[in-house]
Nanobody
Framework: QVQLVESGGGLVQPGGSLRLSCASSKSVPSIGAMGWYRQAPGKQREFVATIFSGGNTNYADSVKGRFTISRNNAKNTVYLQMSGLKPEDTAVYYC?????????WGQGTQVTVSS
């Protein structure tokens, strides 16, 4: 069973940047897809970005042009570089891995965008 550990969340001012990391216990290239969801208070969890084993990426419309997902295969880590952050990006960000037709989730990391 793959285990995921997120890090990199915090408090940032509007317009600022943060980089989230998701360390996997399993080789990242062997995982079909990995990515990020987020959940704001009182809202459902929503898709943010994904990166497939072949390297293709996909983003939610709300973050296109501001967020970039990438991976370091040697470190078995997936990153989410976030820039141009807005208050509406405030949420708990969860890393996921699609393994054997199931989603495995990390514990989440809080991102707060506020002045």
């Amino acid at each position: 069973q793959v285990q995921l550990v997120e890090s990199g969340g915090g408090l940032v001012q509007p317009g600022g940047s943060l980089r989230l990391s998701c360390a996997s216990s399993k080789s990242v290239p062997s995982i079909g897809a990995m990515g990020w969801y987020r959940q704001a208070p009182g809202k459902q969890r929503e898709f943010v970005a994904t990166i497939f084993s072949g390297g293709n990426t996909n983003y939610a419309d709300s973050v296109k042009g501001r967020f970039t997902i990438s991976r370091n295969n040697a470190k078995n880590t997936v990153y989410l570089q976030m820039s141009g952050l807005k208050p509406e990006d405030t949420a708990v960000y969860y890393c996921y891995a699609a393994v054997a037709a199931m989603y495995v989730w990390g514990q989440g990391t809080q991102v707060t965008v506020s002045s």
